[in-house]
């Protein structure tokens, strides 16, 4: 795999990110690397992130996708629907994931390609993230953050992998696809590069920009759905380690278990 030869497919999912949709596709349009392909989905957004798309339409990297074939959002609240739609409709060696409130460093693709280049064992890999709040650059991360109880997994717009990888985790995954819906796309990737394909890597730099202003009031922190979400994730967790995972994982898994009890008795 050739560096100047390898084609990187980008996929976009968006969902009323209007204001920062430009600045997402841009940052993708202006890498230092060349050969990409750029793919958005939009799930029916109610701002005018339609009106931002079509001002893209006629460049030739980029294809542009609406839900049109459900009345509900289908990746509203989980990107997979929309990832696994742009996948199969991507023809890169190689995948970034990016949601459209984020946006890459300029020699993000560039860095990515040349570890896959190096690392040919290596299919899923994540780099750094530079957190935001209202557009201003907060903390950068480094591989000594600790922002959970789980070992560090970066955000979806920082995770990038090979094509066979995507393959093998859908073939893989097909019997958990409606299971643990609360579960993100990001988490399902990296818990299941790390203990099933042995191929998790981090490059310790910081290459996507990601903005820190929470996910959504449905899973607001410490909330009866986050720690729905966190119990939803130790059931993925356990699936994919045949139930052989460390006892401090057991011991996050009972508290995070009891407190969802707790909090659904009392709701």
């Known amino acids: 795999m050739k560096q100047n030869k390898t084609l990187v497919s980008i996929l976009i999912i968006n969902y009323n990110n ?16 060349n050969n990409v392909e750029i793919l958005i989905f939009d799930d029916k957004s109610k701002d005018n992130s339609a009106s931002v798309l079509r001002k893209f339409s006629k460049n030739k990297k980029i294809k542009i996708y609406f839900n049109l074939r459900t009345k509900k959002n289908i990746a509203a609240f989980d990107a997979r629907n929309g990832y696994y739609y742009l996948f199969n409709k991507s023809r890169g060696d190689l995948i970034c994931l990016l949601d459209s409130d984020d946006f890459f460093h300029k020699k993000k693709i560039l860095e990515i390609v040349k570890f896959f280049n190096k690392n040919k064992k290596k299919n899923f890999l994540q780099n750094l993230p530079i957190l935001l709040k209202e557009n201003k650059k907060i903390l950068k991360m480094n591989l000594n953050s600790n922002l959970s109880f789980w070992p560090y997994l970066a955000p979806e717009s920082c995770i990038s992998f090979r094509r066979l990888f995507m393959k093998i985790f859908i073939k893989k995954n097909k019997i958990y696809k409606n299971k643990f819906p609360s579960v993100w796309l990001g988490f399902r990737l990296g818990i299941f590069s790390y203990f099933r394909d042995k191929s998790f890597s981090t490059i310790n730099k910081n290459l996507t920009y990601y903005r820190s202003y929470g996910e959504s009031k449905k899973y607001s922190i410490f909330g009866i759905n986050w720690f729905a979400r966190r119990l939803d994730s130790f059931m993925y967790l356990h699936k994919i380690t045949n139930n052989k995972i460390s006892n401090k994982f057991n011991m996050d898994y009972l508290i995070t278990l009891t407190l969802v ?3 659904n008795f009392i709701k």
Do not use: F, G, H
């Not at 209007?18 to 690397?33: D, G, V, W």
């Open 18 to 33: 209007a204001k920062y949709l430009k600045r997402a596709i841009q940052s993708c349009l202006q890498q230092t690397y």
């Open 261 to 263: 009890k707790i909090l």
